[in-house]
């Protein structure tokens, strides 16, 4: 199972803002989209950063007032782990593990294709032992 199966299964719909834009904006669509992240970029689409609700909180915390009038440049994460959509599930959940993230964007190339949330990993590892577990008992059944 990769993240490509993932994508495919719960759509490619990402969302994200130019690199130009204030983080009052971000905050603005977080809140309107329901969303944990949003994926920031230059003018030729190319990611740049990722700006996540835990970065604008850290933000807040540093400068209590003005910083919603800010670049998001100012807030974001611009070392942002990325994925190759052959990328494994496993190889995923290591990532968010270790780096203790929660979203992940999926690239092919320079392409964004996508993202992944931890939600959508457990998700998908419940089905697939789901399916696991059914496999036996009809085993069982048949034998």
């Known amino acids: 199972m990769n993240v490509k199966d993932i994508l ?14 204030i983080l009052r904006e971000a905050i603005g669509m977080l809140n309107d989209k329901n969303i944990g992240v949003v994926l920031i970029t ?3 689409g190319k990611l740049v950063g990722i700006l996540s609700e835990r970065d604008i909180i850290r933000r807040s915390l540093l400068q209590e007032s003005g910083f919603r009038d800010e670049p998001v440049t100012k807030s974001m994460t611009s070392d942002v782990l990325t994925v190759p959509s052959s990328a494994t599930i496993d190889e995923v959940m290591e990532i968010m ?7 992940v964007p999926v690239l092919d190339g320079d392409e964004i294709v996508g993202l ?13 032992a789901e399916n696991e577990a059914a496999a036996m008992r009809d085993y069982i059944a048949s034998a």
């Open 97 to 103: 593990s270790n780096s203790k993230i929660r979203h």
């Open 42 to 44: 230059d003018r030729s």
């Open 8 to 21: 495919d299964n719960k759509g490619h719909a990402i969302y994200g803002l130019p690199d130009s834009a």
């Open 116 to 128: 992944i949330s931890i939600g959508d990993v457990v998700k998908r590892k419940i089905a697939d």
